[in-house]
């Protein structure tokens, strides 16, 4: 049997400052409760971990029950100004943990939408990351979530306003294209600002390479992790045997029976986790690329 991992996998740089920056405000606020606002990543495993250490979960309705001087630390997928006003009134501590790619493109909704400008956001509507993006946004601003909703989009005046189309930044590359093509005969002045985390694309180039060396592929990340979901699709359209798990005991047991196996990961997988996975395999592998 042989085991070979994808060439990119695992954390991307966002969670994992936002996991060191919570396990620092742990370490430093001996006895004290510290919060995330909302699920600090999408991995269930990793926020056992995180709970076990003192980490609290806290939804924005619970913002104006908090005690002032509170440490809450806002995830790497970023939140709306009026939740970071909402914190600041109840005199919290906040350490702000939003992915400096996801920053940038709040800074870019907030001038862009305010100008004679309109912006148009792909991504899931219910991901943290654009509703806290959208927060950010003026009036000439839409959100749309595939290529279907992109078809019948329309625009009042848009030849009078420069239209900018970015994406959530873990949206998947094909689908961001797809709409580009359409919204480039659709709109003459089109601008586009390609804000998908090249770490999305690289995922999914390693993972087609890894396709073509394996007989089934495990995808191990979080049932709620956007990007992980997209990489069990490009899985299970590309490998004979595909599976998403949380962890190792998800493994199916017919993966126990194949000789090449591959395995890539999300971006909030930790790299125990994906070291358990490889693990199960011991007893019967011969090879581990």
Same mark, same amino acid.
């Given at each position: 049997m042989k085991i070979i991992r994808a060439?990119?996998?695992?954390?991307?740089?966002?969670v994992r400052r936002a996991v060191e920056?919570?396990?620092?405000?742990?370490?430093e606020n001996p006895g004290k409760k510290v919060y995330s606002l909302g699920p600090l990543i999408h991995n269930e495993n990793a926020l056992q971990s995180l709970a076990e250490k003192g980490l609290h979960i806290l939804e924005e309705a619970e913002i104006e029950s908090l005690e002032e001087g509170s440490v809450v630390i806002i995830r790497a997928h970023g939140v709306a100004p009026k939740v970071t006003d909402a914190l600041e009134a109840k005199k919290c501590v906040v350490i702000d943990a939003t992915c400096p790619r996801v920053k940038a493109s709040q800074k870019m909704v907030e001038r862009y939408s305010s100008e004679n400008d309109y912006v148009v956001l792909t991504g899931d509507r219910n991901?943290?990351?654009?509703?806290?993006?959208?927060?950010y946004a003026g009036e000439n601003f839409s959100q749309i979530q595939d290529f279907e909703e992109a078809r019948t989009f329309d625009i009042p005046?848009?030849?009078?306003?420069?239209i900018i189309l970015l994406?959530?930044?873990?949206y998947s590359p094909k689908e961001f294209e797809k709409i580009e093509k359409l919204f480039r005969g659709k709109f003459?002045?089109?601008?586009?600002?390609?804000?998908?985390?090249?770490?999305?694309?690289?995922r999914q &180039?390693?993972? #087609?390479?890894?396709? !073509?060396?394996? &007989?089934?592929? #495990?995808?191990?990340? !979080?049932?709620n992790s956007a990007n992980t979901k997209r990489l069990y699709q490009t899985a299970a359209e590309n490998c004979r045997y595909a599976a998403h798990i949380q962890s190792a005991a998800d493994i199916p047991p017919e993966f126990f029976g194949l000789e090449r196996i591959g395995?890539?990961?999300?971006?909030?997988?930790?790299?125990?986790?994906?070291?358990?996975?490889?693990?199960s395999f011991k007893d019967c592998r011969t090879n581990v690329l």
């Amino acid at each position: 049997m042989k085991i070979i991992r994808a060439s990119v996998l695992g954390f991307c740089f966002g969670v994992r400052r936002a996991v060191e920056l919570a396990e620092k405000a742990l370490a430093e606020n001996p006895g004290k409760k510290v919060y995330s606002l909302g699920p600090l990543i999408h991995n269930e495993n990793a926020l056992q971990s995180l709970a076990e250490k003192g980490l609290h979960i806290l939804e924005e309705a619970e913002i104006e029950s908090l005690e002032e001087g509170s440490v809450v630390i806002i995830r790497a997928h970023g939140v709306a100004p009026k939740v970071t006003d909402a914190l600041e009134a109840k005199k919290c501590v906040v350490i702000d943990a939003t992915c400096p790619r996801v920053k940038a493109s709040q800074k870019m909704v907030e001038r862009y939408s305010s100008e004679n400008d309109y912006v148009v956001l792909t991504g899931d509507r219910n991901h943290g990351e654009v509703i806290g993006i959208a927060g950010y946004a003026g009036e000439n601003f839409s959100q749309i979530q595939d290529f279907e909703e992109a078809r019948t989009f329309d625009i009042p005046d848009s030849s009078r306003k420069n239209i900018i189309l970015l994406g959530q930044t873990t949206y998947s590359p094909k689908e961001f294209e797809k709409i580009e093509k359409l919204f480039r005969g659709k709109f003459r002045n089109l601008a586009v600002m390609n804000t998908i985390c090249p770490a999305t694309n690289e995922r999914q &180039e390693a993972l #087609l390479k890894l396709c !073509g060396q394996v &007989e089934g592929v #495990l995808v191990v990340g !979080g049932k709620n992790s956007a990007n992980t979901k997209r990489l069990y699709q490009t899985a299970a359209e590309n490998c004979r045997y595909a599976a998403h798990i949380q962890s190792a005991a998800d493994i199916p047991p017919e993966f126990f029976g194949l000789e090449r196996i591959g395995i890539t990961a999300g971006a909030s997988t930790p790299d125990e986790i994906i070291e358990e996975v490889e693990a199960s395999f011991k007893d019967c592998r011969t090879n581990v690329l």
